[in-house]
């Protein structure tokens, strides 16, 4: 009876100490899940890469107004709404205790504007963006404004299976394209005018028609090197004020111009 009772007292002592500390770990986890249930997302960083696209644009696709509630936020479904604007590619989201939301948006990136080259015999002259991953987008003149000078492309019918928001270019078709216009980016106006009109009749074929009226045959091999001829050419245009009006850039050597005549003039090569 004594052991029972000595045993009985050790216990009670145990059992003493633990509630309470049970009692303490029980109160502060529902303190924390109310704490939780209280708390507001009072504040929103928001960071676009390009600065195509505004907080403001960005808070009216996700419908938010006022303060977020912590416990009801679904990360998810914020960025599912984002991405759904076919103008941008990626979004992150993440909440930051104890107020803050911070988001990141990467716009789509317009390299050219796509066109069927039908369009001119069929009157369906729909125009959208492309960017570098040949991914096709509309075009929006409060995102894009300052992109209204990227040249126009026109596409054969085997480039894209279907000619809409979303759709995507074959990879071999776009990729000289692509490289045409990040190399030609390289070069200041004067050197080389910007590309006004795209065209790549064949498929190892591309024509380039500058905003100065020059109209620039190429391959689709070594468009930097083509691209370096053209602008000594442009550069010997000027020097001699001989304007071109076609050059073949294709050759190594002795690349082909023949130059615009001139009143009293035949046309030279």
């Given at each position: 009876l004594r052991r029972g009772l000595r045993r009985l007292r050790k216990w009670a002592i145990i059992l003493l100490i633990?509630?309470?500390?049970?009692?303490?770990?029980?109160?502060?986890?529902?303190a924390a899940v109310e704490k939780a249930y209280s708390l507001s997302i009072d504040k929103i960083s928001y960071d676009a890469r390009m600065k195509l696209i505004s907080k403001e644009n960005a808070m009216r696709i996700l419908g938010i107004e006022g303060s977020?509630?912590?416990a009801s936020l679904d990360t998810s479904a914020l960025v599912k709404k984002l991405e759904s604007d076919p103008c941008i590619e990626s979004?992150?989201?993440h909440a930051e205790l104890p107020d803050t939301l911070h988001i990141e948006v990467n716009e789509r990136i317009p390299v050219v504007y796509v066109e069927q080259e039908s369009g001119t015999d069929t009157?369906?002259?729909?125009r959208f963006f492309m960017d570098p991953n040949g991914k096709l987008f509309p075009v929006v003149e409060e995102y894009h404004s300052k992109f209204n000078a990227v040249p126009v492309w026109y596409l054969q019918p085997g480039d894209v299976e279907q000619f809409a928001v979303g759709a995507t270019v074959d990879t071999d078709r776009r990729r000289p394209i692509v490289e045409l216009v990040?190399?030609?980016?390289?070069?200041?106006?004067?050197e080389i005018p910007p590309i006004k009109e795209i065209f790549r009749p064949k498929d190892w074929k591309i024509i380039a028609t500058l905003e100065s009226g020059e109209e620039v045959l190429m391959q689709v091999y070594d468009i930097k090197g083509q691209m370096e001829r053209l602008?000594?050419?442009?550069?010997?245009?000027r020097a001699t004020h001989r304007p071109a009006r076609s050059i073949n850039v294709i050759p190594r050597i002795n690349p082909t111009v023949i130059y615009a005549s001139t009143p009293g003039q035949e046309e030279q090569k």
């Open positions: 633990i509630l309470p500390i049970l009692a303490g770990i029980i109160w502060a986890a529902m977020i509630n912590m979004v992150h989201i009157g369906n002259r729909q990040t190399a030609a980016n390289l070069y200041s106006v004067i602008a000594m050419i442009l550069e010997h245009c």
